[in-house]
């Protein structure tokens, strides 16, 4: 290689020989520590973007750090394949999903394979090949015989224009977030997975996962959402029927004045007078169609509308009038709330626009709250008031005691109840995993026989602009036999939610070419758990909290030893970068930019903040470019530098200028000393020599204790690289070079060694120079000497009667005795004890010396 630095050459030639000695590859050996290092596989969109390059490049440091330090690595790809853009561009391209979605595949691991991750390739998976999603159809079946997998009518969001249910989350402003049309209530036959049978040992889990972000914890807590307090119901007036109420608040029962129900309540049409249903039906018409998280937000609007019809207060007698609330919804507690307007804000903000009755039934300590004149809900710990038998009571005894008089007169029952909910895994698209169950007139709902696995989605569908799954309309596919009887049949024409194919995925890359079930029980009981589990913090509770569930599913039918599928957890931050806005023509790019003016028009441009890199702000960075023009791993190195991993990291042209003059310089300075250092002589012993020896070894040692740290304790990948640059600069700043090439040397191997997790093919070329034989993969991680990093002298603080009078150099193994002379002889101490008897002298060893005079 050429003393010029030329990365496209050094990237395409490591690469290359990567690949023929299949660097990489990973295989069970039970003699050695294993370590599963696994980022978030991507969706094949078509291109990587910043974002895949920086959490890849978070993990590969990891993956090879491991490696030199002896572990056994397995460090896979693969692609979460299935989903609705490749329909979408079936549909706006006339390209079959399929085919879209391979031709990404092989674009995007180019890309990937051009950045030098240290991937298996061969253990490479795509959830929509037939090989991968009959394992888990086969899963579903006996999820299915465990009763953990269910069928149930359910009201969904639904797209009228796409035909297929919505995730709350992809309705935006009551509009489907990819066409716009106006999203409409409807109650639909719908898969479910029993996660709500795993709900508390879900919950119970997050206390013992260390390896985890706190905030992600808690944001699954919440999600769980455990509560403990009573079921109530609470009769109709003069009907035989009861709304059952779930609160965690018994002791403000006794105040209780009037019932939200949610609009999607069974009872929310069916208690409605008749003179009142118009009002009521165009209410639930409108605020279904609101978003269910604004709907709860404490600075959303309350509305309400009353429904004509009353219930009783089981424990007063009073009549309450029953009324619909946009706040309350039917997917936490039992969709109806029993409104306590003194002791709730929102039920007082609701109560006082709707002017409803008011009932305070806790005082707090020294005043006497009256309705009248309250400006806010009262929400402390108090004295029960107005509560019969419980009067004088401090409200938290009075919980458990009207928790027990329920009971006693069957009228409530203490309850646990939790905010989570079964997962539905139905979506009505095409592009997904066949759910493998046939409906047979005869005999009903009947699963497919294992031995027909997979269920194949047919490629001969047509599509149709105005959206849905074709599937329904493929005659081919929904037409069969019924298993049992032989009688025509038809097939579930729902798919799975593509989360179903990530669950489990990590599980596969373990045996991925295993033919004897989903899961080979002695592969995945080696490499399980992931070790380090690394990807977005915006899958905090879905993704995540569903590969737990499904992992705790696999260990409970027998498939797989672990519980939890991540032992630790990082989650990265964004790439941002500033926008450009014209005011006539919107986002910019940077190259419709010149001199401060939109090139289309020339009005000024307008500089943003600093967003989320995305294409439709135009404010991208395609990482092939980057590559082009510093090479890969320049992008490595200044993704890594730039910020600490979980913090977002802004995107700056002179940050990567920056790092591309870092590796050119590392590369002169190893190239300028190569005749020095492979020379076989040795450091010279003079005394001004072995100076600079123990100058440098203290600097090298120090640095490999400093990048070592950083890396396996914090991954502070920014102030690893920033130890290894002072670590170049000590080297280039060193005096004599000549007179001690063994540790100059040792200096510049330590260098490549220390870089090579963050710039694999520049240190392999470098190590290559340094005259190795061996891949720098192979080689140990370098251990520092506590020797080196012994200093041979301490600066020592002196003090006058406690004030500070000068600083001495001490060596630091000094007697008391010596540091106290040599305190006592300094000159700027001398002038201040001249004189004065001296009373005692206090010695901190390497710290402080303090002189008592009178």
Not at 483 to 508: I, K, N
Not at 650 to 661: D, F, I, L, T, Y
Request: contains cysteine.
């Amino acid at each position: 290689m050429e003393e010029r630095y030329v990365p496209a050459v050094v990237e395409r030639k490591w690469q290359e020989i990567w690949s023929a000695d299949h660097s990489f590859r990973a295989e069970e050996n039970p003699t050695r520590n294993k370590f599963y290092l696994l980022e978030m596989f991507p969706y094949p969109s078509g291109r990587i973007h910043m974002g895949h390059v920086r959490n890849y490049s978070i993990g590969d440091v990891v993956a090879r750090f491991k490696r030199m330090q002896g572990f056994n690595v397995i460090h896979p790809m693969g692609w979460d394949a299935f989903g609705m853009p490749a329909e979408n561009a079936a549909i706006e391209r006339g390209i079959h999903p399929a085919i879209w979605t391979y031709e990404n595949i092989a674009n995007m691991k180019a890309q990937l394979m051009k950045m030098g991750f240290s991937y298996d390739w061969e253990r490479e998976i795509a959830t929509c090949d037939p090989n991968y999603y009959l394992w888990e159809q086969l899963i579903f079946l006996k999820m299915l015989g465990k009763g953990l997998a269910y069928k149930k009518r359910s009201a969904v969001n639904w797209c009228p224009q796409c035909l297929t249910v919505l995730a709350n989350e992809q309705v935006e402003e009551g509009c489907c977030w990819r066409c716009h049309s106006e999203v409409e209530p409807k109650e639909l036959e719908q898969w479910f997975f029993k996660i709500t049978d795993y709900a508390q040992e879900l919950l119970d889990e997050t206390y013992r996962m260390s390896g985890w972000p706190e905030p992600v914890l808690i944001m699954q807590r919440n999600w769980i959402g455990r509560s403990t307090g009573c079921e109530i119901d609470f009769p109709v007036a003069d009907s035989a029927k009861r709304i059952r109420v779930f609160t965690t608040r018994q002791d403000t029962l006794f105040g209780a004045t009037f019932m939200s129900l949610a609009p999607e309540h069974p009872f929310a049409l069916e208690l409605t007078v008749a003179d009142r249903r118009a009002e009521v039906e165009t209410f639930i018409a409108r605020i279904r169609k609101e978003d269910k998280i604004k709907r709860t937000s404490e600075d959303y609007e309350k509305e309400g509308v009353f429904t004509g019809a009353y219930c009783v207060n089981p424990v007063t007698g009073q009549k309450m009038p029953v009324m619909l609330a946009n706040f309350v919804l039917m997917e936490y507690g039992t969709g109806a709330v029993m409104a306590v307007p003194t002791h709730d804000q929102r039920d007082f903000e609701f109560a006082r626009k709707y002017n409803l009755p008011m009932t305070v039934v806790i005082q707090p300590p020294g005043e006497e709250l009256a309705p009248e004149t309250m400006t806010a809900a009262y929400t402390e710990p108090g004295t029960m008031v107005n509560s019969g038998e419980f009067n004088g009571l401090d409200n938290e005894t009075a919980k458990e005691k009207i928790a027990d008089y329920l009971e006693r007169r069957d009228i409530g029952v203490r309850k646990v109840n939790f905010r989570l909910r079964d997962w539905g895994v139905s979506r009505q698209r095409y592009w997904g995993t066949p759910i493998p169950i046939i409906y047979c007139d005869a005999c009903g709902m009947v699963p497919v026989p294992e031995r027909d696995l997979p269920v194949i989605l047919p490629e001969d569908v047509e599509f149709h602009p105005e959206g849905g799954s074709p599937l329904a309309a493929c005659a081919s596919f929904v037409h069969t036999t019924c298993p049992r009887c032989g009688a025509p049949a038809r097939r579930e024409t729902d798919t799975f939610d593509t989360f179903v194919e990530s669950s489990w995925y990590f599980l596969r890359y373990a045996c991925p070419h295993y033919t004897g079930g989903p899961i080979d029980k002695g592969a995945v009981d080696y490499w399980m758990p992931v070790d380090q589990y690394i990807g977005g913090v915006e899958h905090a509770v879905l993704h995540l909290l569903y590969s737990r569930f499904y992992t705790k599913v696999l260990r409970d039918l027998g498939l797989v030893r672990v519980g939890e599928p991540f032992k630790n957890l990082l989650t990265q931050g964004m790439v941002c970068k500033e926008t450009q806005k014209c005011p006539r023509h919107g986002w910019l790019f940077p190259e419709d930019v010149a001199e401060g003016k939109c090139r289309k028009c020339g009005s000024e441009a307008i500089l943003g903040r600093k967003e989320k890199m995305s294409k439709s702000k135009k404010n991208v960075v395609d990482p092939d470019v980057l590559i082009g023009q510093y090479g890969a791993d320049t992008a490595r190195l200044f993704c890594l530098f730039a910020s600490p991993p979980e913090k977002d990291l802004e995107w700056s042209e002179r940050g990567v200028e920056g790092a591309s003059r870092f590796l050119n310089r590392v590369w002169r300075i190893v190239y300028e000393n190569l005749h020095l250092v492979s020379s076989s002589s040795g450091d010279l012993e003079d005394p001004e020599t072995q100076a600079v020896v123990r100058s440098l070894r203290k600097a090298i040692h120090q640095t490999i204790k400093k990048v070592t740290e950083d890396i396996e304790n914090r991954f502070q990948f920014n102030t690893a690289i920033a130890a290894v640059m002072e670590l170049v600069n000590a080297v280039s700043a060193a005096p004599n070079k000549e007179r001690c090439p063994r540790t100059l040397g040792e200096a510049l191997e330590a260098i490549v060694l220390l870089l090579n997790p963050f710039v694999p093919h520049f240190a392999e070329e470098l190590w290559s120079a340094l005259g190795h034989g061996e891949s720098v993969e192979k080689s140990t991680w370098p251990s520092w000497d506590e020797r080196a990093l012994v200093e041979e002298q301490k600066l020592v603080v002196v003090q006058v009667n406690g004030k500070v009078r000068g600083k001495i150099l001490v060596p630091t193994d000094a007697a008391d005795s010596l540091v106290r002379d040599i305190a006592m002889a300094d000159a700027n101490v001398t002038r201040f004890v001249e004189g004065r008897e001296i009373h005692k002298v206090v010695v901190i060893p390497n710290r402080l010396v303090n002189i008592v005079v009178g």
